[in-house]
């Protein structure tokens, strides 16, 4: 018997063992084709009629950092993100804002799933300066934690009640006018949440939505979550 064939054909799969063989060509279509993630940053207060919008601050795929970009004068930013880099951390301008009279404080992470991009979802992240953090914190009965996290949904469609798996302070919810007390709102806010050794936590609301799922949490920083209620 002719056993060359055979033995030829161990070698090769001791070599792939090794990692000395080159590896397979991943199929072109693979995590490969990238999504416009665009949307709009500003303040914590800025509303419709007196809109406040931050500029300047740096949007960064966490897990690729030449994926950057910065926020424009009316605080709009565009990233080009491939499905494995749907986090992006996001580093607050070093300047003051204008229209809100201090400089923001806490940085963020936002959540990017492409489902919410193609589904054409609008993003709109919110920022507290310094002088805010103190007051809003103060006005619902809990001082901010730097030891734990936040998380500022964004909702598209009709506004239902969210809930999340973590302890956390009392959540807040924006008409689009004023913060008060509630879990239902066109922004909904969940302060000091209590991180997990997972450090997510799960975001849930009844009925069906695009976006919806566990969300990174990290120390003093406000994580970014846009859903689409159907």
């Known amino acids: 018997m002719d056993r060359a064939p055979a ?3 161990l070698a090769l799969a001791l070599a792939a063992c090794d990692g000395t063989a080159a590896a397979p ?26 809109p406040c919008p931050i500029a300047g601050a740096t ?3 966490t897990y690729d950092d030449h994926r950057t970009t910065t926020t424009d004068a009316a605080g709009v930013f565009t990233l080009a993100l491939a499905s494995y880099t749907a986090l992006v951390d996001v580093t607050p301008p070093a300047e003051p804002s204008i229209c809100a009279r201090g400089t923001y404080a806490l940085p963020g992470i936002a959540i990017a799933p492409p489902a ?16 805010r953090v103190a007051t809003f ?6 001082a901010f934690d730097p ?3 936040n998380l500022l949904i964004h909702v598209n469609g009709t506004p239902r009640a969210f809930s999340i798996t973590e302890l956390h302070a009392a959540v807040q919810a924006y008409s689009g006018a004023v913060w008060s007390a509630g879990d239902t709102g066109v922004d909904v806010y969940f302060p000091n949440i209590e991180i997990p050794m997972s450090k997510r936590a799960t975001v ?14 990290a120390p ?3 994580t970014y979550m846009t859903v689409i209620l159907r």
């Open 7 to 9: 033995l030829i054909a």
């Open 25 to 50: 060509d991943a199929p072109a279509d693979v995590d490969l084709v990238d999504f416009a993630f665009t949307g709009t940053f500003v303040d914590w207060d800025s509303t419709s009629a007196a």
């Open 59 to 61: 949007w960064t795929a």
């Open 116 to 131: 919410v991009a193609l589904a054409g979802g609008t993003v709109v992240a919110r920022s507290l300066t310094q002088a």
């Open 137 to 142: 914190y103060a006005a619902i009965g809990s």
């Open 147 to 149: 030891t734990r996290g």
């Open 204 to 217: 849930t609301v009844a009925g069906n939505a695009i976006g919806l799922g566990a969300v990174q949490l």
């Open 220 to 222: 003093g920083a406000i």
